[in-house]
């Protein structure tokens, strides 16, 4: 008999919400088979049984919420008893459902209120999430996706089709209309909201900035493309990434963290990689970036990548991280930005648009390509000269790429 706990998909994370059962009481489930969708402060995700056998009880309904390690479901022998533990009950079974507290407020004009069965709806969680952060049905709303699935994309047609409902049309500010809206930020919003005010507030950040000509790095990324013939593109992110690890051999306080009073060295070099998406950050991570080659970082960044906006991250791709990149690049008109400490990692590199600008090189005019990064740093556990010399090995690799490939670096 094994129990389905609620997993932490973070270090900030506390607890979780239950939004589908995917099989039912007397459900035969074989290991790694999605059993449930739980909604956490960054994303929706499906739980994969760990075990094989029948789903014996439902402990959390969908609907309610859980702390994190606390016993969800029970999967065991077709027959068996189960036992309630003698522990303190989920973190919501002390209280009603959210919905049963108290009346909900009124939905916004021309919005639908979604029905109590909209969980037996197929959608993706991040459609799911949408329709009800905007009070849509989705019961009302057509599917393209695979057997109906209602996608994201359905949802934002839907949004865009309803009648606006903030300003009546011909009003404007002055002439007795309302001159702004409130809307109720979702739950990552409001996660991200509350840790950059803690790390803000908590870490003691200094910021130190480098100018990295990109131009032989881009020439050994055009050549490894044109070696690879499975199609697969390596991007300049993968070179970060690579850069960034091996550099943090060398400077293992950047791959650290200030817990309880104690400097934390780490002794893998996992990378978290923030992607946008429509609700904000979210920061998967990517292990051991200092053992792999560029290829193989390329190819599992993108895995990675397609997951999360999928929807479908599972709890370790949270879990593990040492140190943070944020990229912009991909707008090009991003010279240079400054980023926030994620914490408990002692630093995150910000990372500009490689933009051709004129440099001197030799006391003549030129052209070149040239990256601006920046390093947010915790002044706790490291100092400017420390993540100054890190972010020169990490401008060093850049400029000198067959650094990056060299056999004896892996």
């Known amino acids: 008999m094994a129990d389905v706990i609620m997993p932490k998909m973070g270090d900030a994370m506390t607890e979780g919400k239950v939004l589908t059962w995917r099989k039912q009481v007397g459900d035969p489930v074989k290991t790694g088979e999605p059993i449930a969708e739980i909604e956490t402060d960054k994303v929706n995700v499906d739980i994969e049984a760990e075990d094989s ?10 609907g309610q919420s859980a702390a994190v390690g606390a016993r969800i479901a029970v999967i065991g022998a077709p027959g068996a008893k189960t036992e309630r533990p003698a522990a303190a009950p989920p973190a919501s079974a002390a209280r009603p459902a959210a919905h049963a507290q108290a009346p909900p407020p009124p939905a916004p004009r021309a919005a639908q209120t979604a029905p109590a069965d909209a969980a037996r709806v197929k959608a993706s969680p991040l459609a799911r999430r949408l329709a009800e952060e905007h009070g849509l049905d989705l019961a009302r709303i057509p599917g393209s996706g695979p057997e109906g699935r209602i996608t994201k994309e359905d949802v934002e047609s839907a949004l865009a089709a309803r009648p606006a409902a903030s300003i009546a049309p011909g009003a404007a500010p002055g002439d007795g209309g309302p001159e702004y809206t409130d809307e109720t930020p979702s739950r990552m919003r409001t996660t991200i ?35 690879r013939d499975d199609g697969r593109k390596v991007t300049v992110n993968d070179l970060i990434v690579r850069a960034v690890a091996l550099s ?11 817990v309880d009073g104690k400097i934390r060295r780490f002794r893998r070099i996992n990378i978290a990689l923030a992607i946008a998406l429509p609700d904000g950050l979210i920061a998967p991570v990517l292990r051991d970036c200092d053992r792999k080659p560029v290829a193989q970082i390329s190819d599992e960044t993108k895995a990675l990548a397609e997951r999360a906006r999928a929807g479908h991250l599972r709890p370790q791709d949270y879990e593990g991280g040492t140190f943070t990149i944020s990229n912009l690049g991909m707008f090009d008109f991003v010279e240079s930005f400054i980023a926030i400490v994620n914490p408990p990692h002692a630093g995150i590199l910000a990372v500009g648009a490689a933009q051709m600008r004129p440099v001197v090189r030799g006391g003549q005019l030129t052209a070149a390509t040239v990256m601006k ?23 060093r690799m850049l400029e000198n790429p067959f650094l990056l490939f060299a056999p004896d670096a892996a």
């Open 193 to 227: 909201a509350r840790r950059m005010v803690e790390s803000k507030q908590q870490v003691p950040h200094f910021y130190i900035t480098a100018e990295v000509a990109m131009d032989e790095a881009l020439r050994a990324r055009q050549q490894l493309n044109a070696a």
């Open 53 to 62: 056998g029948t789903l014996l009880e439902i402990v959390v309904p969908a």
């Open 373 to 395: 990064v920046t390093i947010s740093a915790d002044h706790r556990v490291t100092d400017g000269a420390e993540a100054a010399q890190f972010i020169g090995e990490v401008k």
């Open 248 to 258: 943090l051999r060398r400077f293992p306080n950047l791959n650290g963290a200030y």
